[in-house]
């Protein structure tokens, strides 16, 4: 059965300083994977994905996230935080070989950055 | 933003009431998504649809139904609503065959049944 793990409940950065949010996931063969960013009252906006290829991924508001196979890891990362990158932010995954594109999320990671 | 829709954003209901939630995407997807989100943040998928005429049920168990009769529209009904349905509900579609199949979200319907 495919899962994500986020093992953070809330992460912490001082606006300006990089920022990393963690995930790590379960899937018997190569992953489809995806990062998700919520804001208050709002529904999720996708961010970025990996399918193939390389192994860093650039996505939206200059969040990007690296694939690493060994450690089954997909953390996303940004170089300078922003306060209004504050949000809730999803991991999620998918088994390309299931039939359906069911996507499994993990649990959620808030993001507090402080001015 | 995504083409995705839902009404109402905030629902308060009494116990025992039928609700209809809409949700309308203009993107043409086939398969639509209906997700129960915890006050805990976790999302659970609840239901979910290949395509017109096509309805399943999700990994979490629930009381409401789904109807797929037009591509863009997949409501979500509550025939009785009781405070355990209290939670905010997101709709998601996606495109097929696209690579990669991510969801677009729509912006969600809180329902709070008193």
């Known amino acids: 059965a495919q899962s994500v793990a986020q093992p953070e409940d809330q992460v912490n950065v001082a606006e300006g300083n990089p920022l990393t949010v963690k995930c790590t996931y379960s899937?018997?063969?190569?992953?489809?994977l995806f990062w998700y960013v919520q804001y208050p009252n709002r529904g999720l906006q996708f961010l970025l994905k990996?399918?193939?290829?390389?192994?860093l991924v650039k996505g939206s508001y200059g969040f990007e996230a690296e694939f690493n196979k060994s450690q089954t890891s997909f953390h996303l990362k940004k170089p300078s935080a922003l306060v209004s990158d504050s949000a809730l932010y999803f991991c999620?995954?998918?088994?390309?070989?299931?039939?359906?594109?069911?996507?499994?999320f993990g649990t959620g990671t808030r993001l507090l950055v402080s001015p | 933003e995504a083409d995705i829709y839902q009404t109402p954003r905030y629902l308060v209901i009494g116990t025992g009431k039928k609700i209809t939630l809409e949700c309308s995407q203009t993107m043409g997807h086939d398969k639509m998504y209906w997700y129960q989100q915890d006050p805990g943040m976790e999302l659970h998928l609840i239901h979910y649809?290949?395509?017109?005429?096509?309805?399943e049920k999700g990994d979490l168990s629930s009381e409401s139904t789904v109807s797929r009769i037009r591509t863009e529209h997949f409501p979500l009904t509550l025939e009785s609503a009781r405070p355990s349905h209290t939670s905010q509900y997101l709709c998601a579609s996606s495109e097929s065959p696209r690579l990669g199949y991510e969801q677009y979200f729509g912006p969600g319907t809180r329902l709070t049944v008193t």
């Open positions: 990996y399918i193939t290829g390389d192994n």
């Open positions: 649809s290949y395509g017109v005429n096509s309805t």
């Open positions: 899937v018997s063969g190569n992953p489809y």
């Open positions: 999620a995954v998918r088994d390309p070989r299931t039939g359906f594109q069911k996507l499994v």
